[in-house]
């Protein structure tokens, strides 16, 4: 899906984790954005190195982004790579704790919920 996206936007390296995180792309990290960017558009947000991180829209067209404060917000954050994981985690994570303060061993719990 990222390689027929359109409109695309990189974030440099230490924005990655805040955009991960489910925060808005600031100015400050974004190390480029496709020319002629409408605002109010969605776009596929970047790591540097080419790995595609999610989904956002513009809050702000290209020609904006240039003379915008670097605390300004340039993309709204939509949805990430990681939000499908976080909820088999956070399951997994109350597994172990349910587990655990009923006196079991939390990995012979992880190794069922694997089988």
């Not at 936007?9 to 792309?25: D, R």
Request: charged share 15%.
């Amino acid at each position: 899906m990222s390689m027929h996206a359109l409109l695309q936007i990189w974030v440099k390296p230490s924005a990655e984790m805040q955009y991960m995180y489910g925060n808005h792309v600031l100015k400050s990290g974004l190390g480029r954005i496709t020319e002629n960017t409408p605002a109010y558009t969605g776009v596929v947000i970047y790591s540097m190195s080419d790995i595609p991180l999610g989904f956002g829209v513009t809050a702000k067209s290209t020609a904006d982004c240039r003379k915008m404060d670097p605390s300004g917000i340039v993309v709204f954050h939509q949805a990430d790579v990681g939000e499908a994981l976080r909820p088999v985690l956070l399951c997994r994570l109350i597994l172990c704790f349910v587990s655990w303060s009923e006196g079991l061993r939390p990995s012979s719990v992880l190794l069922q919920v694997n089988t």
